[in-house]
């Protein structure tokens, strides 16, 4: 495990004395993206690609230390080579890719395989050793096509606009939101929350095209909320001001989805397995691609998935992380907010 170690402040490289993701505060974390279970407040620089500092900036404070980096440019720690890559998770989420005397090894960070039209496509990278994710490491998480699944929310759209129903999509405030805007711009206003909003303007800012979204606030009446399309972070699903309106419908979109179970959990009139995740084939090939010859399976089914991996001859090991609870941590963002 000679560039890596799991520790209980994250994952540190002793060469170049440096934390990725850290979840307790560092000198230097090395961060894959904005959400919340990956980057934490409290250290004192932190490094990302170019598309991630604004969100860092919106969720942990403006006067915080970045360095940023574009994707395939490369800087040197402490004789360590650092280069970002593609994960394909979310805006500007990236695979940590250390090089050391030889030795190469690379920290995925959340990622999916699928091009979703707005995060830079996934890129494999060559490595000896591979951090991997298995949020969705069961062989029933197989994605439908991402365009079947956007065209089954327009047809749940527009059917409930023939009934006069608002339609209330729930997900998250980084990465799932903005894809929803992207591919229902034909079916506009489209309504957003706060924590959406101010995250698609920094995405503005910085150069990326998304379709025009309209913030809700406590001037909007809910009448008029009622023409429209409304997407809310998962901790407001349920919130007042949803259950005033005068006939909504409800659709979460989330990977979990996909099991039925989960959607009479969450008491939604519709279910949309849309995951900014990789699914079973999605990790497979991505760990093949790598050429790795050790895999460290992170947050997720964990155990099912090492289990697999060493029994077709990858050599893999199950390690204990505190990523993996996006919903959570959102809600905390979600309250310093308000």
Same mark, same amino acid.
């Given at each position: 495990?000679?560039?890596?170690?799991?520790?209980?402040?994250?994952?540190?490289?002793?060469?170049?004395?440096?934390?990725?993701?850290?979840? +307790?505060?560092?000198?230097?974390?090395?961060?894959?993206?904005?959400?919340?279970?990956?980057?934490?407040?409290?250290?004192?620089?932190?490094?990302?690609?170019?598309?991630?500092?604004?969100?860092?900036?919106?969720?942990?404070?403006?006067?915080?230390?970045?360095?940023?980096?574009?994707?395939?440019?490369?800087?040197?720690?402490?004789?360590?080579?650092?280069?970002?890559?593609?994960?394909?998770?979310?805006?500007?989420?990236?695979?940590?890719?250390?090089?050391?005397?030889?030795?190469?090894?690379?920290?995925?960070?959340?990622?999916?395989?699928?091009?979703?039209?707005?995060?830079?496509?996934?890129?494999?990278?060559?490595?000896?050793?591979?951090?991997?994710?298995?949020?969705?490491?069961?062989?029933?998480?197989?994605?439908?096509?991402?365009?079947?699944?956007?065209?089954?929310?327009?047809?749940?759209?527009?059917?409930?606009?023939?009934?006069?129903?608002?339609?209330?999509?729930?997900?998250?405030?980084?990465?799932?939101?903005?894809?929803?805007?992207?591919?229902?711009?034909?079916?506009?206003?489209?309504?957003?929350?706060?924590?959406?909003?101010?995250?698609?303007?920094?995405?503005? +800012?910085?150069?990326?095209?998304?379709?025009?979204?309209?913030?809700?606030?406590?001037?909007?009446?809910?009448?008029?909320?009622?023409?429209?399309?409304?997407?809310?972070?998962?901790?407001?699903?349920?919130?007042?001001?949803?259950?005033?309106?005068?006939?909504?419908?409800?659709?979460?979109?989330?990977?979990?989805?996909?099991?039925? $179970?989960?959607?009479?959990?969450?008491? $939604?009139? $519709?279910?949309?397995?849309?995951?900014?995740? $990789?699914?079973?084939?999605?990790?497979?090939?991505?760990?093949?691609?790598?050429?790795? &010859?050790?895999?460290?399976?992170?947050?997720?089914?964990?155990?099912?998935?090492?289990?697999?991996?060493?029994?077709?001859?990858?050599?893999? &090991? &199950?390690?204990?992380?505190?990523?993996?609870?996006?919903?959570?941590?959102?809600?905390?963002?979600?309250?310093? &907010?308000?």
């Amino acid at each position: 495990m000679g560039l890596i170690k799991f520790t209980n402040k994250g994952i540190y490289c002793k060469q170049g004395d440096f934390y990725i993701d850290p979840w +307790r505060p560092v000198d230097l974390a090395v961060t894959t993206h904005g959400h919340a279970d990956h980057v934490k407040w409290g250290n004192k620089a932190y490094l990302c690609h170019d598309l991630t500092k604004s969100i860092l900036q919106q969720r942990l404070g403006a006067d915080l230390k970045i360095e940023t980096l574009p994707y395939n440019k490369e800087i040197t720690i402490n004789g360590v080579k650092i280069s970002l890559f593609p994960a394909g998770h979310v805006i500007g989420s990236a695979q940590i890719r250390l090089e050391y005397k030889g030795e190469i090894c690379v920290v995925s960070g959340d990622y999916k395989v699928e091009y979703d039209g707005i995060s830079t496509a996934f890129e494999p990278v060559k490595c000896h050793s591979f951090v991997s994710e298995s949020t969705f490491g069961l062989p029933i998480y197989k994605w439908q096509p991402q365009q079947q699944i956007f065209d089954q929310i327009g047809d749940w759209v527009t059917n409930n606009q023939d009934k006069g129903k608002t339609s209330v999509l729930v997900a998250y405030s980084l990465g799932k939101a903005q894809r929803l805007i992207k591919n229902l711009t034909g079916h506009s206003p489209i309504y957003v929350h706060n924590s959406i909003e101010n995250l698609n303007e920094g995405f503005r +800012r910085s150069g990326v095209d998304l379709p025009e979204t309209i913030r809700i606030n406590a001037d909007i009446k809910k009448e008029t909320l009622q023409q429209g399309i409304v997407i809310v972070p998962p901790a407001l699903a349920e919130g007042r001001w949803i259950k005033n309106l005068q006939s909504a419908a409800t659709g979460v979109c989330s990977g979990w989805m996909q099991v039925r $179970a989960s959607r009479r959990w969450r008491s $939604a009139d $519709a279910g949309f397995a849309l995951s900014d995740h $990789a699914d079973w084939p999605g990790l497979l090939s991505a760990i093949h691609a790598t050429g790795a &010859e050790k895999v460290f399976v992170t947050h997720g089914f964990t155990a099912t998935f090492s289990k697999y991996l060493n029994e077709i001859g990858i050599a893999s &090991e &199950e390690v204990k992380t505190q990523y993996g609870n996006e919903e959570e941590e959102e809600q905390e963002i979600l309250v310093k &907010e308000a």
